[in-house]
């Protein structure tokens, strides 16, 4: 997994990440099937991702976590499991950081 630049905004940031490939479980009569799903060109699958600072209310430690956003599934991947990453074309990318003026502001 790679983490690439980043939009920030306070204490929270749009990242995009990238990885050769995502590994969801299909479920099913008590036991999990592993798959490894990768582009079909092989190429690097950029994922939109999250991050945010935050004070633990417990010990009031600072924690920076992140996540990667998913969404329901395409016809390939429904047959294997109920959701997967969003996944960002290249095109998109200035979009999702706030680096496009047209979409930035809306």
Not at 38 to 45: E, L, P, T
Not at 72 to 88: C, W
Request: aromatic content about 10%; hydrophobic content about 35%.
């Amino acid at each position: 997994m790679y983490c690439f630049e980043k939009q920030e905004d306070g204490d929270r940031f749009k990242q995009r990440f990238g990885g050769e490939k995502f590994d969801p479980s299909q479920r099913g009569e008590g036991r999990k099937q592993p798959y490894a799903i990768a582009m079909i060109d092989d190429g690097q699958m950029v994922m939109a991702g999250l991050w945010a600072k935050w004070k633990s209310p417990a010990n009031n430690e600072q924690i920076l976590s992140c996540t990667i956003l998913t969404c329901g599934p395409n016809g390939v991947i429904g047959e294997l499991h109920d959701r997967m990453p969003v996944i960002l074309a290249e095109s998109d990318w200035p979009k999702w950081l706030g680096e496009d003026c047209r979409t930035a502001l809306s």
